[in-house]
């Protein structure tokens, strides 16, 4: 890929994030935020079938991204401590003792 394929990389994210967040701020200003977050903000802008349909899809990537997280968490928890990160009873054992 190169510098440049790395490059034009974060350009093309950073051009998308700017992008949601200025969409979500012009959703945002429309009005008062009730309860529901994000998933309110969209429904409300795009109508309840089609927002409950990416609400779904947020709801997803939430619990994809936590589960994410945790492993990561989990793996450096494991380091920090010397421990092996083989997934036998043992390593399981010092895991649940925290």
Do not use: C
């Not at 969409?23 to 795009?46: C, D, F, K, Q």
């Not at 619990?63 to 945790?70: K, M, N, Q, R, S």
Request: proline content about 1%; cysteine-free.
């Amino acid at each position: 890929v190169g510098v440049l394929g790395v490059l034009s990389m974060f350009a093309i994210g950073g051009l998308m994030a700017i992008l949601t967040v200025l969409s979500v701020s012009a959703m945002a200003s429309n009005g008062r935020i009730a309860a529901g977050g994000t998933y309110y903000l969209v429904s409300r802008s795009v109508g309840p079938e089609l927002g409950g349909a990416i609400g779904l899809i947020f709801f997803a990537a939430n619990v994809t991204g936590i589960a994410f997280y945790l492993q990561a968490f989990s793996d450096t928890v494991a380091q920090a401590y010397g421990w092996d990160a083989g997934l036998d009873a043992k390593t399981a054992e010092k895991a649940l003792a925290i």
